[in-house]
Structures are given as C-alpha cells and as structure tokens.
C-alpha cells in the first residue's frame, strides 16, 4: 500500500511539472536544470555514466530517447523499487543504460528486446562498457512475438518501437504489470490508438510528459 500511495504521488509530481513547464520562463529554466551535467554519486554510476556521456557525443544513438527522458526513465524506475524492467525497443542501450542506473540500487534487472542485430550487438558493447552486462537479457527478434514468453511480474514496462505495435505490446503484457506498477510509452504523439486505450481503461491512470520525445507514463492501479 505504501509503495502505491508513493507512486501516486510520484505521478501526481509529474502531472504538476508538465503543467509548469508550460509557463514561459519558469519552464526554460527547469528544462535547462533538466539538460544539466550528469553528476555521479558512486563508481559504478561513474562508469554507466561516462558510456553515456561517450554514446551522446560520439553519435551512436540511433532511435534513442533524449537525455532528459533518460533521467526521468531512471527516477522513476528507482521511485518504484522496480526489479524487473521489460524493455521493448533496446535500440543501442542508451534508455537500456539509464534504467541499469537505478536497477543497480533495487537489485533488480532488465529484459529489453531488439529486432535489430546490428543495434543489438552496439547495445551489448555499452552494456559491457558500463559494467552492467549482468543485469541485462538482451532478446534479438520480434518482440511481437517473444514478449509470449515472458512469465515473471513486471514493475516497469517501457514501450519505444513501431508505433503501430503499441497497443499489441500493451495487451500482451499488461496482465504481467503487477498493481503500483508503470507503463511508459515514448513518443506517444505518434500512437494515437494506445494513448486512447490506456487513457480509456478504468484500471490505468495516465499523465503525459510533454517535453523532450513525449512520454506516457500510466500507473497500473488494480
């Protein structure tokens, strides 16, 4: 109960910064905050950061989420003590990276699915590079098709692939999304029929975080 209460309130944050963003000055001050110097707190994020920073300036980010969206992706995994996030859409493992950040604080780990090898095998070598290899299943293939065999509980689901594919993605994996648990879907500008499902159904609560590449963020209630 406690941890349910936390993510709404956490959801009630992120519901009040889209807000604020949205008032002139105030919101080219906090996006600037928000795209500020990534400050290690430990080694080991020292080291997932500098495959970051390393990946940012070299260009090898094909498909992947902004920095900013990368920073909240981790809070709010770490916000819900995630211990299994499934990830749809590993591209280079730039987002893959930044939920290692906070899975390396709850104990938890990652299963991220990408359709293409080249990608997959740049995301294994950041994977390395970072130290965080042991966290990360990485499944090469449709993840129309391999989600089916997921069976352990889900905390954090992030959906960043087809955009047609969303809502295929959504029903098949929701029922594993256990209660207090998140749905993140990027760029969902462009996937009119998931935002009308999951703004829809009585079991989700949706806010939309309108900056950097656009995320849903839906909290499972029930």
């Given at each position: 109960m406690k941890k349910f209460v936390g993510?709404?309130?956490?959801?009630?944050?992120?519901?009040?910064?889209?807000y604020a963003?949205?008032?002139?000055?105030?919101?080219?001050?906090?996006?600037?905050?928000?795209?500020s110097r990534l400050l290690a707190k430990?080694?080991?994020?020292?080291?997932?950061?500098?495959?970051?920073e390393d990946a940012e300036s070299s260009g090898r980010l094909f498909s992947n989420v902004p920095r900013a969206d990368g920073r909240l992706l981790r809070l709010l995994a770490e916000a819900v003590g995630a211990r299994h996030v499934v990830e749809i859409g590993t591209s280079t493992g730039y987002s893959g990276l930044w939920f290692c950040l906070a899975l390396q604080k709850t104990g938890g780990k990652l299963t991220t699915f990408e359709i293409d090898s080249r990608r997959a095998a740049t995301a294994r070598e950041h994977f390395k590079q970072a130290g965080v290899e042991r966290l990360v299943t990485l499944v090469e293939g449709d993840a129309h098709l391999n989600v089916s065999k997921l069976k352990?509980?889900?905390?954090?689901?992030?959906?960043?692939?087809?955009?047609?594919?969303y809502v295929d993605y959504l029903e098949k994996?929701?029922?594993?999304?256990?209660?207090?648990?998140?749905?993140?879907?990027?760029?969902?500008?462009?996937a009119a029929d998931?935002?009308?499902?999951?703004?829809?159904?009585?079991?989700?609560?949706?806010?939309?975080?309108?900056?950097?590449?656009?995320?849903?963020?839906?909290?499972?209630?029930?």
């Open positions: 993510v709404a309130l956490l959801l009630a944050s992120v519901a009040w910064l889209v963003q949205r008032r002139g000055p105030w919101r080219r001050a906090t996006f600037g905050e928000t795209e430990d080694e080991a994020e020292k080291r997932i950061l500098a495959v970051i352990e509980p889900i905390d954090v689901l992030f959906i960043d692939a087809d955009k047609e594919g994996l929701l029922p594993l999304v256990r209660p207090g648990g998140l749905i993140l879907a990027h760029n969902v500008d462009m998931y935002v009308q499902r999951v703004t829809r159904n009585p079991e989700l609560e949706t806010v939309f975080y309108t900056q950097g590449g656009g995320l849903g963020i839906t909290l499972k209630k029930r």
